[in-house]
């Protein structure tokens, strides 16, 4: 997905600040309720397709941007994970509606480069509370909406989340193929 972005791009790795608030398991699931910082993301917003076929057309846009395709020509170097919003239908499975959050660094937070493609947004955050809980391999739509379904219940009856959206996150570039890490976070509502 991301073999035509230069392996440079993930030489400077830095991580999403946040502070884990408190940790639970129930059964098999352990999970994390976390304080994620806000600030500025490129965002790139896909409808009308499946979430894997919407995240391969999503993430080459946001890898280049931060790869150097905006007006300075730099490249800012990888903030994981990268997450991306999902958005349930009544019975648990995804609509076609995929949005894609990639946390500019930093040392570009206060002033990001204008994206050279106009898919490419850059916006605003407040910071949020999640529940995340952790998995691994090569993750697929029907992997996040597994995850997302049994930490929504562990989570019942305990806190309130979200339930018209949640994130998935991804930590490692695709030519990773041992030792992956994928999340879901559910939004504490």
Known sequence: MLGLIRNSLFGSVETWPWQVLSTGSKEELSYEERACEGGKFATVE????????????????????????????IGM????????????????????RLKVWFRIPNQFQSDPPAPSDEAVRIEEREGITV?????????????????????????????????????????????????RRNEVWLLRA
């Open 46 to 73: 896909v409808t009308e397709k499946p979430v894997d076929e919407a995240l391969r057309e999503a993430m080459p846009k946001v890898m280049k941007y931060v790869g150097g395709s905006n007006d300075r020509g």
């Open 131 to 179: 529940y995340s809980t952790q998995f691994g391999g090569y993750a697929k739509e029907a992997d996040y909406v597994a995850h997302a379904g049994q930490l929504r219940a562990a989570l019942e009856g305990r806190v309130t989340c979200q339930g018209d959206v949640y994130f998935c996150a991804g930590y490692d570039p695709p030519m990773k193929p041992y030792g």
């Open 77 to 96: 170097g990888m903030t994981v994970p990268i997450s991306f919003a999902v958005f349930p239908t009544d019975d648990g499975s995804l609509q076609k």
